[in-house]
T-cell receptor, first 114, second 115 residues
Framework: NAGVTQTPKFRVLKTGQSMTLLCAQDMNHEYMYWYRQDPGMGLRLIHYSVGEGTTAKGEVPDGYNVSRLKKQNFLLGLESAAPSQTSVYFC?????????????FGPGTRLTVL | GNSVTQMEGPVTLSEEAFLTINCTYTATGYPSLFWYVQYPGEGLQLLLKATKADDKGSNKGFEATYRKETTSFHLEKGSVQVSDSAVYFCALSDYGDNAGNMLTFGGGTRLMVKP
């Protein structure tokens, strides 16, 4: 997980509250992804970005928004949290260069919505 | 769309036993296949991968062969250790639509190895 940090590590919200999860990487990776992990369902892609200033929807985007204003940061926002958003969130930077690729996963943010 | 199915766990083995975790996939095109491992309280780490049919990925005694005819990528290890206890995820990526490495994961299989 070197070079990828996620803030915060843990958070408890009440239904309807908002928050922003921050992913920061110092590896100059072009692509960044947000996944959520739920028991028995593996990881599912929420949103992703193919470069600074770009974002796109993944498999489960509803209830989330993202921004990539700077290449090194990818923010995931919950405008009005719901209990169904209780999950562990992973940021995953990726780089393809010179015929090889590297994929990292951050340490995760555990979010509980009451 | 793409999908990955892997055997449900938990799988409980004694140390030095043989391990197989089954994984099958559905995909358009020619995906790359991966096994990721997640140790308690940590993020995911790439264990091994294969990028084309009949390729064998291997790492730390684990192996998996990309079988296009059976759309499978089963994970095997000849002799497991207590330290292998973790959750294992099978995944695929078709690198499509200029989206980079957009992964589709299976549900995960928890492995517990007893001394």
């Amino acid at each position: 997980n070197a070079g990828v940090t996620q803030t915060p590590k843990f958070r408890v919200l009440k239904t309807g509250q908002s928050m922003t999860l921050l992913c920061a990487q110092d590896m100059n990776h072009e692509y960044m992804y947000w996944y959520r992990q739920d028991p028995g369902m593996g990881l599912r892609l929420i949103h992703y970005s193919v470069g600074e200033g770009t974002t796109a929807k993944g498999e489960v985007p509803d209830g989330y928004n993202v921004s990539r204003l700077k290449k090194q940061n990818f923010l995931l926002g919950l405008e009005s949290a719901a209990p169904s958003q209780t999950s562990v969130y992973f940021c995953a930077p990726y780089k393809w260069q010179g015929g090889t690729d590297t994929q990292y996963f951050g340490p995760g943010t555990r979010l509980t919505v009451l | 769309g793409n999908s990955v199915t892997q055997m449900e766990g938990p799988v409980t083995l004694s140390e030095e036993a043989f391990l197989t975790i089954n994984c099958t996939y559905t995909a358009t095109g020619y995906p790359s296949l991966f096994w990721y491992v997640q140790y308690p309280g940590e993020g995911l780490q790439l264990l091994l991968k294969a990028t084309k049919a009949d390729d064998k990925g291997s790492n730390k005694g684990f192996e998996a062969t990309y079988r296009k005819e059976t759309t499978s990528f089963h994970l095997e290890k000849g002799s497991v250790q207590v330290s292998d206890s973790a959750v294992y995820f099978c995944a695929l990526s078709d690198y499509g639509d200029n989206a980079g490495n957009m992964l589709t994961f299976g549900g995960g299989t928890r492995l517990m190895v007893k001394p």
